[in-house]
């Protein structure tokens, strides 16, 4: 199935199949460093692409809330397939429901002059003018309603269809006065009367960014749609409200530790940079601070997943688990989001004292386990052989040196890799894997690390290894990803989940390390590259020509990437002509992908907000000294 392109009020094509000038954009798109100036002005709200299969019901939008089919009588309504099909009949009515943000909640609303959420600063705000609604085909009456934050019908208006394709256009400037948008219905309401709904999308209007503002802000905003305030958590993804209850208490809510940890950081460096109101990144921060030190811990370790359980206290999410290198992400993250907006860092470095890292070493005789199961066993599982197997980190990584970072500043001592793997590369070429370390700690200091790796060598050399890879594997047959600079393969979702089995929905894409490479290519469902956009954002600081080709490509030609629409990840189809997407709003890579250009960012406006946290502290500092420096017996240390 093809992404409807987001011009379709423009061209409204019924094979939906996006044609891809490739030499024109290719020139347009691989641009000098930071040279972009764009202004989005339209979003999709969804297209129906997102089609229930045998199950597994789909129900989310493209901007990562629920909709639904409403009928009466003998309507009939039916979504997917990139159609919304609604049929009156001869003594009915039919329709869909989408709700603004995440799922039906009376507090989750989108207000229409603050698009970007409540804490990004006005002047970067987005305001919402027009609903937008492409027919394909229909006939008789369609109406277009709209839901105000009180649940009353705010703007109602009756269009009359006569066949054939059709674009409908509702003013809500609202004589420039704002309000919050629940919902909004789409009616085929009279007998006989019938409509075939290609898209709903708004025409907004924004201030003009940079490509890096726009990622920053887009990506901090659709973070901040799933924060709630009272808990201090964000959730693990949009269309799950964060305090709803477990699924077996008919909720859907699951928060994200280490992700709660990356917003507190973006929000910090937002303030700082002049993006987030201050008062509310104070008090975001603050808030994280105070709750994360209520957080169940086993041995010191805090969960992957938390989840609210009936008494209304979050604890270990089921299937989930006390995790080692998402509690050095966590406690590294707000350490230095403390240090940046100037709280006392003392009792989240005493959770790290805390750790009991004899426990999770076998007293330093092997590698850093993965952590605890739920009921405080180290995780591990049973071979072909019928032997039990501790997961260790063992390999060269990111993943690896953070754990390292905070196990240096509360032991003094290096943390073992498996002595075949504690060289680059990583296992699987994993984009995020290689470049996490950086949104924290300046690992291109030019000298190895403890375990003999020279970061600013490799982190290039693997940049080099993405860009050539789909020409080194398979010659021209991908020749439309290299001409418009598109790639990134890093953890993601597939782009069309409905289209694989549910296990094959998720998938380390790499380029291969000490295994082998995953790019989508020979993936059940997909059998394309699959580009994952967060590590252009993670390589902005160092490549900005690549990351304007890839956001520059989502932002303008397929107006993709909004500030109510993500991209989890992408593809161009088994033909190279076509655009498949995924719209989850992912909090944890958003939050690689704000920290990741949040990097460039700083370059541009000579800060260097989160280093200077790191030389500010000195225990996350002594971490960081020993994993580059101490280990050598070299005088010098971060300055």
Known sequence: MNKKNSHLFEMINT?????????????????SSYAAVIASDYVVIDDFEGTSVPGRSW??????SDLGAMWGGNGQATLGDGIADLSANDNGWAGVWLHTYHIATPNLMMNTHRVLGPYIESAYQSKIETIKVAIKDGQGDFKIEVIDGDGAIKYSQTFILDGGTNTLELDITNGGIAFDIKQINLISG??????????????????ALTTEEAVFLYSYAHMSHQYDGD????????????????VGNNGRGTAGVPATALFALATALGKEMGYVNALDADMIVRKIHDKMQSWPTQKGLLPHYLQMNSSGSMVLRPQSEYSSVDTAIT??????????????????????????????????????????DSQGNLLSYVDQNGSTVYVR???????????????GAATGKTNLLNPAYQYAPTWDGSGFNDEMAALFFPVNTGTADAWGNNWAQYRSEMRIKQQQHLASHYGDQWLAYDNLGLFGFSAAEVPEKWMVAASDEYK?????????????????????????PHY??????????????????????????????????????TSGTEFHWNSLKGSWNLGLQVLGVARALQQTKNQDITYDALRNNAYLKQGFDHMMFSHRGVARALQ
């Not at 808990?231 to 477990?246: H, Y």
Request: proline fraction near 5%; charge should be negative; aromatic fraction near 10%.
């Open 15 to 31: 094979s939906k199949i996006v044609l891809l000038i490739v030499s024109l954009m290719s020139s347009c798109l691989m641009t």
């Open 59 to 64: 129900f989310y939008t493209r901007i990562g």
């Open 190 to 207: 009279i007998a006989n009367s019938w409509a075939k709904v290609d898209e709903l999308g708004v025409v907004i209007q924004s201030p």
């Open 231 to 246: 808990l201090g958590l964000i959730g693990e993804r949009a269309s799950w409200e964060v305090g709803a209850l477990p």
């Open 331 to 372: 406690l590294s993250a707000l350490i230095l989001a403390d240090n940046i907006i100037g709280i006392n860092s003392a009792p989240i470095e005493a959770m790290a004292e805390n750790i009991d890292w004899n426990d999770l070493t076998n007293n330093y005789t092997e590698p850093v386990s993965h952590g605890y």
């Open 393 to 407: 980190w063992d390999v060269f990584g990111s993943e690896s040196y953070i754990i390292g970072v905070l196990h």
């Open 508 to 532: 380390a894409w790499g380029v291969g390390g000490h295994g082998g490479f995953h790019d989508g290519v020979n993936w059940p469902g997909v059998s394309y590259p699959v580009v994952a």
């Open 536 to 573: 252009a954002a993670m390589i902005s600081a160092e490549d900005p020509q690549t990351f304007n080709a890839v956001f520059n490509y989502l932002i303008q030609t397929q107006k993709s990437f909004t500030p109510l629409n993500n991209i989890e990840s992408f593809g161009l189809g």
